[in-house]
């Protein structure tokens, strides 16, 4: 076909096969020419008559000819199948497509075009959607941050006073009076690091991922933050084979093994003293995987999920203390990183928690 009438009449006559097609076909010369026009009625973007024997630049908005003249020009000139994407101003609305664009064994370029608007718009709702959450989301941590924030002047106060009448009017109080005063300072104080432990929560994983950096780098910055616990607890660690580099906020990833570390060295196994061992491997699609894995008490993989939700733990206060946020905030921190973090665990025999980091590569 290299006229307007062949082009016609192979659209109504010869291709039968064609019409059986729902997506457009249309026949290009490198100049940008139609040549011939396969399209269901109403598909178009103006009369097939016209269009046949029209040039790209000259029937389509300015922008869309000069981008599709230029793929037609690069596919016919490589010999490559290329795809774009463009939108065309219908009457009812805009309609976004989707071109495939092969050259054919005459020179010229044929481009299958399917209408995707509806993909686009799905996409769309789900873009709108992503930042609807994102936001909101933004604004709970807000929330969070400003409420643990005002909560802590008041406590402040009654821990104080509470602190005060114990040390003046101890000697006027009975036992009663000064188990009840202790009862109002041990809640004071827990209620103030739980609000601590919230203010961190909302500001983890605050800031951007920076470049790549030693696995090891962050595993050493958490060593040295609890190198008193360590020592108090003769806690040892292996790190089984090379450390790779990942992609991230190092502090953010040290605190992540921070807090890691300090459960295995609190949950040990009775007087065993805390082994720890560290492993980190590159997968075949660029992510590290990291596993932390402790030989203490363990838990039942039931509650595999509970435990990385805030102020979610196994154990009462006095049998460890805690307030149940170390590992809310190690997940905020890996899926800010685009990561995941999962556990394995039996009871009494030890735990391992995984995370993802995006490699360096
Ligand atoms: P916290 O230690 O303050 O309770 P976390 O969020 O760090 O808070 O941990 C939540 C719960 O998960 C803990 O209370 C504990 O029951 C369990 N847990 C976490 N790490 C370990 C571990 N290494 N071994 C056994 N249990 C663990």
Avoid at 96 to 114: C, D, E, M, W, Y
Avoid at 248 to 256: E, F, K, N
Wanted: charged share 25%; aromatic share 8%; hydrophobic share 35%.
């Amino acid at each position: 076909m290299s006229n307007h009438d062949d082009g016609e009449r192979c659209y109504t006559n010869r291709c039968s096969l064609l019409a059986a097609i729902p997506d457009m076909v249309f026949e290009v010369d490198p100049d940008g020419t139609f040549l011939f026009v396969h399209a269901q009625p109403g598909q178009t973007f103006t009369d097939r008559e016209v269009i046949v024997g029209g040039k790209l630049t000259e029937l389509l908005p300015k922008e869309v000819g000069v981008k599709c003249l230029e793929a037609v020009q690069r596919v016919a000139e490589k010999r490559e199948v290329e795809s774009l994407d463009y939108f065309l101003p219908y009457p009812d609305s805009d309609r976004f497509f989707r071109a495939h664009l092969g050259p054919s064994t005459k020179g010229t370029v044929v481009a299958i075009i399917q209408d995707v608007t509806s993909d686009k718009c799905y996409q769309r709702k789900l873009e709108l959607q992503a930042k609807r959450l994102t936001e909101a989301n933004e604004s709970l941590e807000q929330f969070v941050y400003i409420a643990s924030h005002d909560l802590r002047e008041p406590l402040t106060g009654i821990a104080g006073f509470a602190t005060l009448l114990e040390r003046r009017y101890e000697d006027q109080l009975d036992d009663a009076g000064k188990h009840f005063l202790s009862e109002i300072i041990g809640g004071a104080q827990q209620l103030a690091q739980k609000i601590e432990d919230l203010l961190a929560l909302s500001r983890a994983g605050r800031g951007t991922i920076n470049g790549p950096f030693p696995l090891g780098s962050a595993i050493e910055e958490a060593r040295r933050s609890l190198v008193r616990s360590i020592k108090q607890s003769d806690a040892a660690f292996r790190i089984e084979g090379q450390l790779p580099l990942v992609r991230g906020d190092r502090s953010m990833i040290a605190q992540v093994f921070q807090n890691l570390f300090s459960n295995s060295i609190k949950y040990r196994r009775g007087e065993d003293a805390p082994l720890i061992w560290i492993e980190a491997h590159n997968d075949e699609s660029g992510w590290v995987q990291v596993s932390v894995r402790d030989n203490g008490i363990g838990f039942d993989m039931e509650h595999s999920d509970r435990i990385f939700k805030v102020f979610q733990r196994l154990y009462t206060i006095e049998q460890y203390p805690g307030t149940g946020i170390g590992l809310a905030i190690a997940k905020k921190i890996i899926e800010k990183h685009g990561g995941r973090i999962w556990t394995s665990s039996e009871p009494s025999e030890g735990s391992t928690f995984y995370f993802t980091l995006p490699g360096a590569k």
